[in-house]
């Protein structure tokens, strides 16, 4: 096991000649190493301009209720089943066929070698939730294969090795090979942190030393057509201390398209090809722009840039108060996978890929990181529970690619599948499962930061380094009870920051039995106090629905609205309503407090134990299909309604019955 010292570098080249005389600086040897300390997701440990450090995955244990039981799936069902495709669908075949190991044709897209890479990932985030030794010995398996089939000099990409070599580094828009490269970096650095062992970590580090001594050096541009490579990039520089990658990941954000000769569409296409810091809106394909944009985050916590953070803030701002679904899943258009407009937000024919609701959970904690403030956790929740929940069926064997907010209910129309040949969500969706605990707390100068709420247990150190453990127990998130137990080592004073969400109207808080004042919904409660063990931190979050419109200019929304019940949203599916009654022709029937308008019922054996909403709506007698297509605004006929109970279930849950009408956005009558 090995590890490269750190080495001074100089700033990120204005041109690529001199950036290749930085980067052609030699490292250090390589030298023995034994396994690295517990690190968050991200090492953020020495990271000047970040003010928080999260909590390592295996500092925190989920140890029973929802998220458990999901994390239970993925591990035991999703995973292992996911590799067996892997394998059927002649995907890990593809290295076998570069190292001679078997003699058959290429198969698939040309960013396969992605997937393989992203499941090894999510699989090595899981072990650090706990030992597997069979599934180690399955990742052992297929990092040989990967491994197998570097070339000498370090290149790794299975659709340009062999026959197609001469084609390498020609079409950066369309090939993904940096793409394939930062997830083979983000592996090799998960299996690391997981096992200590650096085999494939290595691999990735010999490929990105190959850019740099070998491919820069002769005068190839680059630009990631697909982001990705920027995350990994400095998380490279985080894990091996050497500036050369941080300097590889500012020279491909600074971007230069006119020494590509790429045209200003295909330059809005994937977020690349023009400096970071020139981008106004989000715009192009969603993964892309977040990917982009979660990198570039990560940059300025190395470096502090302002222009960084300025464009950061007015992205995302962009994007949460413009372009995002009620889901948290953003990407409306299918044309592209990309942004629409401002408040373009179609529900039928909404694209929401489960790898954008996971880019924009991961780009908003990186934000969180850089500046803890609750609207960034908000967004977070609001993606995790529903747009990116909704990717796995409650099986852990099918994947939604699409996630719409309305569906017809024709068969022919199969959003949950159990394979694609573009397999990007299924592991994007098991390593966003196996990360979870590492999203749930974070350190700070003053203390320690709870972003989310699940049962179990967390032990870390402070900035101060003194030990604390935090146990939660929680019935959330159908539930809005919470009871925290703070124990420190040693008496010690410090903060701990709760996040109140902005969801919750009124939120009652203890600590040892005392009311707490200030508490404000969308913010961090500070409680600063001596804290001792056995510090109980009790909360009542207020789990009234909610009844969400949309702003105006979301013009497909109007006179309906969305119901949510704590982080989930709600949505009616036709098995569950009166017989021959189709959803579009439902309505709610509100009264002027529309919250208690809701009764919650929790039933245990219903999608895998959901709590559901009740509502004395109203069916329209005269079904919209009857009526005429136009007519005259004073003979239009006039649509009688009869009461009828409604049922909504967490839209997370959507067709896992089989292909039924469903929709969340919801007309209403007043009562």
């Given at each position: 096991?090995?590890?490269?010292?750190?080495?001074?570098?100089?700033?990120?080249?204005?041109?690529?000649?001199?950036?290749?005389?930085?980067?052609?600086?030699?490292?250090?040897?390589?030298?023995?190493?034994?396994?690295?300390?517990?690190?968050?997701?991200?090492?953020?440990?020495?990271?000047?301009?970040?003010?928080?450090?999260?909590?390592?995955?295996?500092?925190?244990?989920?140890?029973?209720?929802?998220?458990?039981?999901?994390?239970?799936?993925?591990?035991?069902?999703?995973?292992?089943?996911?590799?067996?495709?892997?394998?059927?669908?002649?995907?890990?075949?593809?290295?076998?066929?570069?190292?001679?190991?078997?003699?058959?044709?290429?198969?698939?897209?040309?960013?396969?070698?992605?997937?393989?890479?992203?499941?090894?990932?999510?699989?090595?985030?899981?072990?650090?939730?706990?030992?597997?030794?069979?599934?180690?010995?399955?990742?052992?398996?297929?990092?040989?294969?990967?491994?197998?089939?570097?070339?000498?000099?370090?290149?790794?990409?299975?659709?340009?090795?062999?026959?197609?070599?001469?084609?390498?580094?020609?079409?950066?828009?369309?090939?993904?090979?940096?793409?394939?490269?930062?997830?083979?970096?983000?592996?090799?650095?998960?299996?690391?942190?997981?096992?200590?062992?650096?085999?494939?970590?290595?691999?990735?580090?010999?490929?990105?030393?190959?850019?740099?001594?070998?491919?820069?050096?002769?005068?190839?541009?680059?630009?990631?057509?697909?982001?990705?490579?920027?995350?990994?990039?400095?998380?490279?520089?985080?894990?091996?201390?050497?500036?050369?990658?941080?300097?590889?990941?500012?020279?491909?954000?600074?971007?230069?398209?006119?020494?590509?000769?790429?045209?200003?569409?295909?330059?809005?296409?994937?977020?690349?090809?023009?400096?970071?810091?020139?981008?106004?809106?989000?715009?192009?394909?969603?993964?892309?722009?977040?990917?982009?944009?979660?990198?570039?985050?990560?940059?300025?916590?190395?470096?502090?840039?302002?222009?960084?953070?300025?464009?950061?803030?007015?992205?995302?701002?962009?994007?949460?108060?413009?372009?995002?679904?009620?889901?948290?899943?953003?990407?409306?258009?299918?044309?592209?996978?990309?942004?629409?407009?401002?408040?373009?937000?179609?529900?039928?024919?909404?694209?929401?890929?489960?790898?954008?609701?996971?880019?924009?959970?991961?780009?908003?904690?990186?934000?969180?990181?850089?500046?803890?403030?609750?609207?960034?956790?908000?967004?977070?929740?609001?993606?995790?529970?529903?747009?990116?929940?909704?990717?796995?069926?409650?099986?852990?064997?099918?994947?939604?690619?699409?996630?719409?907010?309305?569906?017809?209910?024709?068969?022919?129309?199969?959003?949950?599948?159990?394979?694609?040949?573009?397999?990007?969500?299924?592991?994007?969706?098991?390593?966003?499962?196996?990360?979870?605990p590492g999203y749930l707390y974070g350190t700070?100068?003053?203390?320690?930061?709870?972003?989310?709420?699940?049962?179990?247990?967390?032990?870390?150190?402070?900035?101060?380094?003194?030990?604390?453990?935090?146990?939660?127990?929680?019935?959330?998130?159908?539930?809005?009870?919470?009871?925290?137990?703070?124990?420190?080592?040693?008496?010690?004073?410090?903060?701990?920051?709760?996040?109140?969400?902005?969801?919750?109207?009124?939120?009652?808080?203890?600590?040892?039995?005392?009311?707490?004042?200030?508490?404000?919904?969308?913010?961090?409660?500070?409680?600063?106090?001596?804290?001792?063990?056995?510090?109980?931190?009790?909360?009542?979050?207020?789990?009234?629905?909610?009844?969400?419109?949309?702003?105006?200019?979301?013009?497909?929304?109007?006179?309906?609205?969305?119901?949510?019940?704590?982080?989930?949203?709600?949505?009616?599916?036709?098995?569950?309503?009166?017989?021959?009654?189709?959803?579009?022709?439902l309505a709610l029937s509100l009264s002027s407090?529309?919250?208690?308008?809701?009764?919650?019922?929790?039933?245990?054996?219903?999608?895998?134990?959901?709590?559901?909403?009740?509502?004395?709506?109203?069916?329209?007698?005269?079904?919209?299909?009857?009526?005429?297509?136009?007519?005259?605004?004073?003979?239009?006929?006039?649509?009688?309604?009869?009461?009828?109970?409604?049922?909504?279930?967490?839209?997370?849950?959507?067709?896992?019955?089989?292909?039924?009408?469903?929709?969340?956005?919801?007309?209403?009558?007043?009562?």
């Amino acid at each position: 096991m090995r590890v490269r010292r750190y080495v001074h570098g100089v700033g990120f080249a204005v041109s690529s000649a001199l950036f290749a005389c930085a980067l052609l600086v030699a490292p250090a040897p390589l030298q023995a190493q034994q396994p690295k300390p517990q690190v968050g997701l991200i090492d953020l440990s020495q990271s000047p301009f970040a003010k928080l450090h999260p909590v390592a995955i295996s500092a925190v244990s989920i140890d029973s209720g929802f998220w458990a039981d999901r994390r239970k799936v993925n591990v035991e069902k999703s995973i292992p089943s996911l590799l067996d495709l892997l394998e059927a669908q002649g995907i890990i075949d593809n290295f076998r066929r570069v190292s001679g190991r078997k003699k058959v044709a290429r198969r698939g897209p040309l960013y396969t070698d992605s997937d393989i890479y992203k499941w090894v990932e999510g699989a090595a985030l899981s072990l650090e939730s706990g030992p597997n030794p069979d599934l180690q010995a399955r990742i052992d398996a297929v990092i040989d294969e990967i491994v197998a089939a570097q070339d000498e000099n370090g290149y790794l990409n299975t659709w340009f090795q062999d026959e197609r070599k001469k084609d390498r580094w020609k079409r950066q828009y369309t090939d993904h090979e940096l793409y394939c490269l930062g997830h083979l970096l983000q592996a090799g650095i998960a299996y690391q942190r997981a096992t200590g062992d650096r085999k494939l970590l290595d691999a990735g580090i010999r490929f990105v030393d190959h850019i740099i001594k070998d491919v820069i050096p002769s005068g190839q541009a680059l630009w990631a057509g697909h982001p990705e490579i920027e995350m990994a990039l400095v998380e490279l520089y985080r894990n091996e201390r050497d500036k050369r990658y941080l300097d590889l990941a500012a020279y491909i954000l600074k971007g230069d398209g006119k020494k590509l000769g790429g045209t200003a569409s295909q330059f809005k296409y994937s977020f690349s090809g023009i400096p970071f810091t020139n981008r106004k809106q989000m715009e192009g394909h969603a993964v892309r722009a977040c990917y982009a944009s979660a990198g570039a985050t990560d940059y300025y916590m190395e470096t502090g840039f302002p222009g960084y953070w300025r464009t950061l803030t007015k992205l995302w701002e962009d994007m949460s108060a413009r372009k995002m679904y009620v889901t948290g899943g953003v990407g409306s258009r299918a044309s592209g996978e990309a942004f629409g407009e401002p408040y373009e937000l179609p529900n039928s024919l909404a694209y929401t890929e489960s790898c954008a609701a996971i880019s924009n959970l991961i780009w908003s904690w990186r934000m969180l990181q850089a500046e803890p403030d609750a609207k960034y956790a908000d967004v977070m929740e609001r993606s995790l529970y529903n747009g990116v929940n909704s990717g796995m069926s409650l099986s852990g064997t099918l994947y939604c690619y699409r996630n719409p907010l309305q569906l017809s209910g024709d068969p022919d129309d199969k959003i949950r599948n159990p394979w694609y040949a573009t397999t990007c969500c299924p592991p994007n969706l098991q390593r966003t499962f196996a990360a979870l605990p590492g999203y749930l707390y974070g350190t700070s100068k003053e203390g320690l930061y709870v972003h989310h709420f699940a049962s179990g247990r967390m032990q870390t150190r402070l900035w101060d380094r003194t030990w604390v453990q935090v146990t939660q127990e929680t019935g959330f998130p159908f539930e809005g009870d919470l009871r925290m137990t703070v124990s420190p080592a040693k008496p010690t004073e410090f903060t701990v920051h709760v996040r109140i969400p902005n969801w919750s109207a009124k939120t009652a808080v203890k600590v040892n039995g005392e009311v707490q004042a200030n508490v404000k919904a969308g913010a961090y409660l500070a409680l600063r106090r001596t804290w001792k063990e056995g510090d109980v931190v009790e909360v009542d979050f207020d789990m009234t629905p909610q009844l969400l419109r949309a702003n105006p200019l979301a013009k497909e929304n109007t006179n309906s609205v969305v119901v949510q019940r704590g982080p989930i949203v709600y949505a009616m599916e036709q098995v569950d309503q009166p017989f021959g009654v189709k959803v579009e022709d439902l309505a709610l029937s509100l009264s002027s407090n529309p919250g208690q308008d809701f009764r919650a019922v929790h039933l245990p054996d219903l999608l895998g134990g959901v709590t559901v909403l009740k509502h004395q709506g109203v069916v329209f007698e005269t079904a919209g299909s009857a009526l005429p297509l136009y007519a005259p605004l004073q003979s239009y006929p006039e649509r009688k309604t009869k009461p009828a109970e409604l049922t909504f279930i967490p839209y997370y849950a959507f067709h896992n019955r089989g292909e039924v009408a469903m929709q969340v956005w919801v007309p209403y009558v007043a009562r």
